[in-house]
């Protein structure tokens, strides 16, 4: 069974850090692209960030581009988002995703998500 | 950057479809996929590539797609699928490059 298990939310004072991370288990992650997004409480999904199979291509949204980093270990089947200069505004549960190639890209897979929460 | 309209509430009795649109710029340029997502859980795929079923996913659930406007038909409605439902497209234009959801629309069974 294909399984992503995410870990490392929690409660952080603005301005903090956090690293996400990602277990994938069940699949040959390393031909997978993967994806994070975030939900604040009692909003929509947000798209936060994209990694290649290989990790040589990420984007990210433009709200965390230059405080949020994006990467993976595929000897170790782990995706990662090293969070810094955390805002309030990005407290949500946060979720890792596969991307299925057959499905043009959709996100067939996710896990339960981790909660971050940003707060002093 | 690009934008995905969803409208926020849909309401439907039993046995009865739902239609919920997703309208963006040139959507007929893209490919649309749609989540289902019950409270505390985490979004589930129902439908991929306009009106592609993920196996697993039940035959009452359809895309469709216009030029503008890309629609998640749910036919006899059943309490089971109140839920949020949320549109997804990648956009790929010159200045931004990345995934874009819909803000979600709520179908409420009455």
């Known amino acids: 069974e294909v399984q992503l298990v995410e870990s490392g939310g929690g409660l952080v004072q603005p301005g903090g850090s956090l690293r996400l991370s990602c277990a994938a288990s069940g699949l040959t992650f390393s031909s997978y692209e993967m994806n994070w997004v975030r939900q604040a409480p009692g909003k929509g999904l947000d798209w936060v960030s994209y990694i290649s199979g290989s990790g040589s291509t990420v984007y990210y949204i433009d709200s965390v581009k230059g405080r949020f980093t994006v990467s993976r270990d595929n000897a170790k089947n782990s995706l990662y988002l090293q969070m810094n200069g955390l805002r309030a505004e990005d407290t949500a549960v946060y979720y890792c995703?596969?991307?299925?190639?057959?499905?043009?890209?959709?996100?067939?897979?996710w896990g339960q998500g981790t909660t971050v929460t940003v707060s002093s | 950057s690009y934008v995905l309209t969803q409208p926020p509430s849909v309401s439907v009795a039993p046995g009865q479809t739902a239609r919920i649109t997703c309208g963006g710029n040139n959507i007929g340029s893209k490919s649309v996929h749609w989540y289902q997502q019950k409270p505390g859980q985490a979004p589930v795929l129902v439908v991929y590539d306009d009106s592609d079923r993920p196996s697993g996913i039940p035959e009452r659930f359809s895309g469709s797609k216009s030029d503008n406007t890309a629609t998640l038909t749910i036919s006899r409605v059943d309490a089971g699928d109140e839920a949020d439902y949320c549109c997804q497209v990648w956009d790929s234009s010159s200045d931004h490059r990345g995934w874009v959801f819909g803000g979600g629309t709520k179908l409420t069974v009455l």
């Open positions: 995703a596969r991307e299925w190639s057959g499905g043009k890209d959709a996100f067939d897979i």
